[in-house]
């Protein structure tokens, strides 16, 4: 019998070790974190649910979970919001590898939304569109990024100014210098939608007609984000600062350098966030530029959310994305379960998944003393003698 049982560990352990070797990577550590915020935070909505209206919590908690799933209208709308989400989740999660806040997304979103749409109905295609959404956001981008590196200027406080900056400019760009012909006729304080030369176009998914190229662009984006990030001397120098300035420092690393390159490709992916959010290739929105009807756009602040739930990590940006926009899908089926599950209930979800992923750092303490404590048992060191001589 002990002859089997230890055949048993000897075919098990290799498959144990390597199984305990990949969970103690940084990525699988933001990872377990990120589920455990997620699976706490559907919890808490449930208990919530029960303490409110008992008999529909079970339902409502499936309607929850399924919602964003249940068929293709759905899912079309799930992927469709995603899309910009994933972007200024990248935007916020470039930066803070740097430690940089990059609280002024907001108002590089809205600034690379209005110049995408001008140039969109000037008769560009949505290339160009794109482009110059990317390039406006960028220039925004560049503007912090310099202060900060040159002037020591914090980049919370410049972004936060620099948004009403954006905010007023375009308001007085729409009062002088905005031909009427680009105005509605009937709301002047909005723009014309996006023409159907400027619009992304559809992948012709049957009924989901609004999931773009947009996707294989985020996709793609993530990659080389990641591939960067992890990959290159320039991805490197980024984390190296942004770990110990004064080690990159005394290296070479040049801080003038890394600061002003992190901001403004932040910037650059907040700016194409911004021209997502109104390419829909089937029922594009419209833009509101009036600066005394509240222009700037709150999407850029999503991105903070979708980066603290994925760990800023580049492809986790994309499954944080879909997580909340599931969330968002299943408002008005949680009203039509009960009144007491009013249209808010899903943002007070999302509240406490974000909150509980802003606690990560204590779920990462917890993730390394468990890793340590079976470090310590025997099966699981790759050192034969060292299990040898406690065995015996």
């Known amino acids: 019998m002990n002859n089997f049982l230890n055949k048993c560990k000897d075919f098990f352990r290799p ?80 930066a803070f590898r740097l430690n940089l806040f990059n609280i002024g997304i907001t108002g590089q979103v809205t600034l690379g939304a209005f110049c995408s749409i001008i140039v969109g109905l000037s008769g560009a295609n949505w290339f160009i569109c794109l482009l110059v959404g990317m390039l406006s956001g960028a220039a925004a981008g560049l503007i912090c990024g310099f202060l900060k590196a040159k002037f020591g200027v914090n980049e919370v406080l410049s972004g936060i100014m620099l948004n009403w900056v954006i905010y007023y400019f375009i308001g007085l760009c729409g009062r002088i210098w905005l031909p009427n012909s680009f105005k509605d006729r009937i709301e002047t304080s909005n723009l014309l939608v996006m023409p159907d030369n400027g619009r992304m176009p559809s992948l012709g998914i049957p009924n989901m007609g609004d999931i773009s190229v947009g996707l294989i662009i985020a996709i793609i984006v993530v990659a080389v984000i990641f591939i960067v990030l992890n990959y290159t001397n320039f991805g490197f120098e980024l984390k190296m600062s942004g770990r110990n300035k004064d080690a990159a420092k005394y290296s070479g690393v040049s801080q003038t350098k ?3 390159l992190a901001l403004l490709i932040s910037g650059a992916l907040a700016g194409i966030c911004g021209y997502m959010l109104y390419s829909d290739p089937i029922a594009p929105s ?3 530029w009036d600066s005394g009807s509240n222009t700037l756009l709150s999407d850029g602040f999503n991105g903070i959310s979708v980066s603290l739930i994925a760990q800023n990590s580049p492809i986790g940006c994309i499954f944080s994305s879909i997580v909340l926009t599931v969330i968002d899908s299943a408002q008005n089926t949680l009203s039509t379960i009960s009144g007491s599950y009013n249209v808010h209930y899903t943002e007070l979800i999302k509240s406490v998944v974000i909150y509980l992923a802003a606690l990560s750092s204590f779920i990462g303490i917890l993730y390394r003393r468990l890793n340590e404590k079976i470090d310590a048992i025997p099966y699981f060191s790759r050192d034969e003698k060292n299990i040898n001589s406690k065995g015996a």
């Open 286 to 288: 419209k833009f509101l």
């Open 258 to 260: 890394s600061i002003i």
């Open 15 to 94: 498959v144990a070790i390597t199984s305990h070797s990949i969970l103690k990577r940084e990525g699988s550590k933001n990872l377990i974190s990120a589920a455990i915020s997620i699976l706490l935070g559907l919890f808490l909505g449930f208990i919530v649910m029960l303490l409110v209206e008992p008999s529909g919590a079970f339902k409502g908690l499936g309607a929850l979970i399924s919602t964003g799933f249940s068929n293709a209208q759905n899912f079309n709308r799930v992927v469709y919001k995603a899309i910009p989400m994933i972007f200024s989740g990248l935007s916020i999660a470039f």
